[in-house]
């Protein structure tokens, strides 16, 4: 039989208290966060989250516009941080609209609904495809494709409140 000593008595009560703290100081707000059928969805708050992602392209793809050809030390350093926020931000718009929209609130359909699964897929796509483009062309044109691909993609999900 082994023998429990201090320290392993410790880390079981700083978890158990670590666990106790995330009981009982959840938020009053609870959004879909997993992919577990919880049921738990805000379409509105997470087409938003779309477009402040989208500002935020579109603010990086200005400065990185505005650092470029300049070969100074800062420049070369800003230009590379507004190059990676640009892509983390692309990159989240792609995963909200594959593993929340798509994986959770688009379901196929038959008959006399096909045609509207599929505009619907081709909305959910043409998003993903206009931040991937926002990778690719840093230019402005890229971020207004975007900004409409979002704008279209939203009707699917009205605000009910």
Known sequence: MKKVTPVV???AMLAAMATLLLWTNHP???KAHCQVPCGI???PARIQQLREDSMTIEKAIHAIGELSGKNDATSI????????????HASHII?????????QKVKAAAG????AYLDSL????????????CKQVPEPAS???LNAAITKLATHYPDKK
């Open 28 to 30: 009053a707000e609870v």
């Open 77 to 88: 350093n800003q230009a590379t941080r507004w190059i990676m926020t640009k892509e983390e």
């Open 112 to 115: 006399a609904e096909r045609n």
């Open 41 to 43: 969805y805000d379409d």
């Open 122 to 133: 081709a909305d959910h796509h043409a998003v993903m495809v206009a931040a991937m483009k």
């Open 95 to 103: 995963k909200v609209v594959s593993e929340y929209f798509l994986t």
């Open 9 to 11: 008595v410790s880390i």
């Open 143 to 145: 971020v207004e494709a």
